[in-house]
């Protein structure tokens, strides 16, 4: 019972280099989410997709990078990599059409990203 | 401006006693609350939901209250156990949103044996 599962758990990177976050979710979910959690600012939505093929921006987009072209995967790349995106990235998912409006997103454990 | 507010960074509970949580909101469009708990290293865990039809929900240990003329959402856990020491968040959505949650910045609980 997978669930959300994030890799690489955690990655050290220089700055300026690139990398791909991986999301896969085995819930069928249609919504995917990708946050950023740093200390002291609670959970932000970096971008989210509504279903396969289709992204959208959310709170703090800048320097990043998604797509869904599976609906059961969520990439989440850095095209060059900057310290201020030293943060721990968690992905969610949600929304299984048929059980009604109100769903919890589900989240993975995380990937936590330094930059040099 | 923080849309959702929890106002205790952290709380101190003794094993057996009620642990109580507290978070408000500033949008009164939002119809969807709820509760997570997360542990050092992991991701969030979905813990209770309400919806703004109800005014209680209840999960075993876990209730819920929510206030919608105060605008404000209480967690009880009773009751506490040291397993229950985590940081808990609270976070909202409104309809049509695309389920696009809004969170607060967590309180940590410590649940004292």
């Known amino acids: 019972n997978a669930g959300v599962t994030q890799t690489p758990k955690f990655r050290v990177l220089k700055t300026g280099q690139s990398m791909t976050l991986l999301c896969a979710q085995d819930m069928n979910h249609e919504y995917m989410y990708w946050y950023r959690q740093d200390p002291g600012m609670g959970l932000r939505l970096i971008h989210y997709?509504?279903?396969?093929?289709?992204?959208a921006k959310g709170e703090v987009p800048d320097g990043y990078n998604v797509s869904r072209l599976k609906k059961q995967n969520f990439l989440l790349g850095l095209e060059s990599a900057a310290p201020s995106q030293t943060s721990v990235y968690f992905c969610?998912?949600?929304?299984?059409?048929?059980?009604?409006?109100?769903?919890?997103?589900?989240f993975g454990d995380g990937t936590r990203l330094s930059i040099l | 401006d923080q849309q959702v507010k929890q106002n205790s960074p952290s709380l101190s509970v003794q094993e057996g006693r009620i642990s109580i949580l507290n978070c408000d909101y500033t949008?009164?469009?939002?119809?969807?609350f709820l509760w997570y708990k997360k542990y050092p290293a992991e991701g969030p865990t979905f813990l209770i939901s309400?919806?703004?039809i109800k005014d209680k929900n209840e999960d075993g240990r876990f209730t819920v209250f929510l206030n919608k003329s105060a605008k404000h959402l209480s967690l009880h856990i009773v009751p506490s156990q040291p397993g229950d020491s985590a940081v808990y968040f609270c976070a909202t959505a409104s309809a049509g949103n695309n389920r696009k949650l809004i969170w607060g910045l967590g309180t940590s609980l410590a649940v004292n044996p």
């Open positions: 997709s509504v279903g396969e093929g289709t992204t």
């Open positions: 969610a998912s949600s929304y299984s059409p048929g059980q009604g409006g109100n769903q919890p997103q589900h």
């Open positions: 949008n009164s469009m939002f119809d969807y």
């Open positions: 309400i919806s703004s």
